[in-house]
């Protein structure tokens, strides 16, 4: 069970389990419910507000009660603008990660490469297909090609 610390009507602290010594008192985890409770620390409860990729988390509001504490998140859906700056963000890490793809095969296209000219044109058609990925319509389902065996 997770408990939140409490103090002037304020959440201090949230922990998975009660601490073992806390303010000078050993085996603090072990005292009664109410003893705990006496010390200002009380059961805890997340409530987790709407999730996904189309939200964002924007804050949490406390509801400190007799016996528990519950933490309400609070979220909102995101704009279309802020939909298409994540879209743009995601499109970077897709072209950053398809540069180091092609930088690491850059040597199968070098004239001294030890290829076959077979192995160098399957190369060629893998590289290629890397330089195609911006034309995927969803940056966030990318289908990257399978490099050949070298």
Known sequence: MKYAYVENGQVKDIRQSLPNVWSNISNFNTLDDNTVKGFGWLPYTFIEGQTGDDYIILASNFEI???????????????????????QN?????????????????????????????????????????????????????????????
Do not use: G
């Open 65 to 87: 009660l007799e016996n528990e504490v519950i933490e309400h998140q609070i979220t909102r859906l995101k704009t279309d603008e802020e939909k298409e700056q994540d879209k």
């Open 90 to 150: 995601m499109w970077k890490i897709v072209r950053e990660e398809r540069n180091k793809k092609l930088s690491e095969c850059d040597w199968t296209q070098l004239s001294d490469s030890p290829l076959s000219n077979q192995k160098q044109t399957e190369w060629q058609i893998y590289r290629q297909s890397l330089r195609d990925i911006t034309t995927q319509l969803n940056p966030f389902s990318i289908e990257w090609p399978t490099p050949p065996e070298a």
